[in-house]
């Protein structure tokens, strides 16, 4: 038998190779050719730019000063070149699986450059205005996705996050209407938001109804009942009942007075905070927590949870109620927050564009997060476009959000997949 001596030094041994099988390369694959048809879509934007100067406006209503110019097709050009780079980088997989996110990222930004620079080329386009209708078209969305996150994470499918927000909104005009304070309205928002959870949960939680049905039944009875007490009182006595008082902007010293950023981020509303602070929340207590790890066990195999001693019930009834108070406030924004005074189905489906934030950014807080900042610079970006006159209808910019949410669920950009058991009643044996 051969010794070994004390002092010998195995040697190291190969890295194992990462073998990309047949599933993973057709999803490559897939994805690349995705990534490269926008990625040629705004080097064909760059190329066609009119020569001249995009202006770009820093900060809302001032025309005289604060704006950006820059050479429109140069820039574009640059843009969509690193566009085209990003995407080839990803199909040869020259970078990592792990930051194809990022890629996907740099892509978006480089292909909304060149499509801005190609739309204000020779114009001043109003972009502080742009950042800041995103932010107020999106605050209702991300309240509502992340609703949808805390129910659909614990296993039950929330579709009544319309129905909450039009309950929220037509609650806080008439209390901010009658007491004159926007902190009992937003508390009245959230109280009615959870009124309407509780009913979610109940039957789908306790009496097992189907709860996409339930979630629709939810949505009309919203809207019938919003709808007839806004004829019944509202109409008649508008003066005092819905006159509700919008909440003032509140600029936070020192980070309000950051160029560009400050006045978008840091001038608003105490509703805009408690976003802010709800997406962060969120977050923290679904991944950091352990009632946040029960709710996902509860949501993903409810019968294990329940062997090692979680109440699944209970879990699901606190995720829906707490969820409620978030679409609660969603809907307050609509009133107390933006327009002023309550209309009847003045939500206008956002509800459920909230419910595909959730979907597209795949259940969690932040991806939900970015997803509805996408659809409110869609929205916003398609009437600033109707400002300066671009020839490309608006009509097409509101499809690309649902267009980018059906290219994620039929798994064009990698697996979606909701918690295994949303939607499935659990009964206890």
Request: aromatic letters at 10%.
């Amino acid at each position: 038998m051969s010794e070994t001596t004390p002092d010998a030094v195995p040697e190291a041994a190969p890295k194992a190779q990462v073998i990309e099988g047949p599933a993973e390369r057709t999803r490559r694959l897939r994805v690349g050719g995705l990534m490269m048809v926008f990625a040629l879509i705004g080097l064909l934007l760059a190329v066609f730019t009119k020569s001249g100067k995009a202006t770009f406006q820093l900060v809302s209503g001032d025309l005289q000063h604060n704006l950006l110019g820059l050479p429109a097709q140069a820039v574009g050009l640059i843009l969509a070149i690193i566009g085209v780079g990003t995407a080839v980088a990803y199909a040869l997989r020259r970078v990592p699986q792990r930051y194809a996110g990022w890629l996907a990222a740099v892509l978006g930004i480089c292909f909304i450059g060149a499509f801005l620079c190609w739309a204000a080329a020779g114009k001043t386009f109003p972009l502080a205005n742009q950042f800041q209708g995103t932010l107020n078209f999106a605050t209702p969305l991300i309240l509502g996705a992340l609703a949808g996150v805390m129910c659909e994470r614990a296993g039950v499918i929330n579709i009544a996050i319309e129905g909450q927000f039009l309950v929220g909104a037509f609650t806080a005009a008439v209390v901010s209407s009658t007491t004159h304070s926007g902190v009992l309205a937003l508390i009245a928002a959230a109280a009615t938001g959870v009124v309407m959870a509780a009913l979610l949960a109940v039957f789908s939680i306790k009496y097992l109804v189907n709860q996409v049905v339930l979630g629709v039944v939810l949505v009309v009875f919203a809207t019938g009942i919003t709808g007839f007490l806004f004829d019944r009182f509202l109409a008649d006595d508008a003066e005092k009942l819905n006159t509700p008082k919008v909440l003032s902007a509140i600029k936070i010293p020192g980070l309000g007075d950051i160029p560009f950023i400050g006045p978008i981020l840091f001038n608003q509303t105490i509703l805009v905070y408690l976003t802010y602070l709800a997406v962060a929340v969120v977050t923290f207590v679904l991944f950091q927590t352990r009632w946040g790890l029960r709710i996902r066990a509860v949501g993903e195999h409810p019968k294990a949870a329940d062997t090692v001693g979680i109440k699944v019930k209970r879990i699901r009834y606190s995720a829906v109620l707490t969820a409620g108070i978030l679409a609660g406030l969603g809907g307050a924004f609509f009133t107390v927050g933006y327009a002023g005074s309550f209309s009847k189905e003045m939500t206008a489906g956002n509800g459920f564009i909230a419910l595909a934030a959730l979907i597209m950014g795949r259940w969690h807080p932040i991806g939900a997060t970015v997803a509805a900042l996408f659809f409110g610079f869609a929205t916003q970006l398609q009437s600033q476009l109707q400002i300066i006159q671009t020839p490309i209808p608006g009509e097409l910019l509101l499809m690309a959000p649902y267009l980018a949410t059906i290219i994620a669920v039929a798994g064009l950009v990698g697996r979606v997949r909701a918690p295994k058991a949303d939607g499935e009643p659990y009964v206890t044996e």
